[in-house]
């Protein structure tokens, strides 16, 4: 059972250039979430998917797309890369067909945009 | 739209002496509500959660928060402070009834004086 698996661990662009960050879960839930970690921000939400096919956006959603195509994976996609976009991402999935679920955390992508 | 507050970003309390984390939520319904901890270079660890069954939620490491309605808080708190509890502390709220969105404080960096 791995949890929640985000790929890749580490990533350096230049500025314009684009990735796609993916995220996979294997326990089944429904809802699942794009944040980032700046220091002093704590982790701020981007994006989220209550179920496969549906995505809203979160705090700070511009400069992002992110797609459900399946349950199990919520990738996230950066198109023209900016300096501002340099942080840590965390993916996150929720069981959410029981109160109080806490989130289960995927180990992070450390992005840096030159 | 739920928010929440941490209102102090850094904490400094001598080991062995008291640890006070304060937070503040706003929400439109019942809220459910956790802290997680993040170590140096970590990922994000669930500390608690709020369940409704108590008021006072017990949770891993000594750690205890104490959920008051009237006030609208969610205050960690733990009796005395152990130099592995020097750490980022994130209050969380969310309501799952109403949408989808988790939504994290900014943190507060606790650090245990020797």
């Known amino acids: 059972n791995a949890g929640v698996t985000q790929t890749p661990k580490f990533q350096v662009l230049k500025t314009g250039q684009s990735m796609t960050l993916q995220c996979a879960q294997d326990?089944?839930?429904?809802?699942m979430y794009w944040y980032r970690q700046d220091p002093g921000m704590g982790l701020r939400l981007i994006y989220y998917s209550a179920s496969e096919g549906t995505t809203d956006k979160g705090e700070v959603p511009n400069g992002y797309n992110v797609s459900r195509l399946n349950k199990r994976e919520f990738s996230l996609r950066l198109e023209s890369a900016a300096p501002s976009q340099t942080s840590v991402y965390f993916c996150?999935?929720?069981?959410?067909?029981?109160?109080?679920?806490?989130?289960?955390f995927g180990n992070g992508t450390r992005l840096t945009v030159t | 739209a739920q928010s929440v507050t941490q209102l102090d970003s850094h904490v400094s309390v001598s080991e062995g002496t008291p640890v006070l984390l304060r937070c503040n939520y706003s929400?439109?319904?019942?809220?459910?509500l956790f802290w997680y901890v993040q170590h140096p270079n970590k990922g994000l660890q669930l500390l608690l959660k709020y369940t409704s069954a108590a008021t006072l939620v017990k949770g891993i490491n000594g750690f205890e928060a104490e959920f008051k309605k009237s006030e609208t808080s969610f205050h960690l708190t733990k009796p005395s402070a152990h130099m592995s509890d020097a750490a980022e502390y994130f209050c969380v709220v969310s309501d799952m009834s109403r949408d989808d969105k988790i939504i994290f404080g900014k943190g507060t960096r606790l650090h245990i004086l020797p």
């Open positions: 326990m089944n839930h429904n809802s």
């Open positions: 996150a999935s929720i069981n959410d067909r029981v109160y109080n679920s806490p989130l289960h």
């Open positions: 929400s439109s319904y019942s809220p459910s």
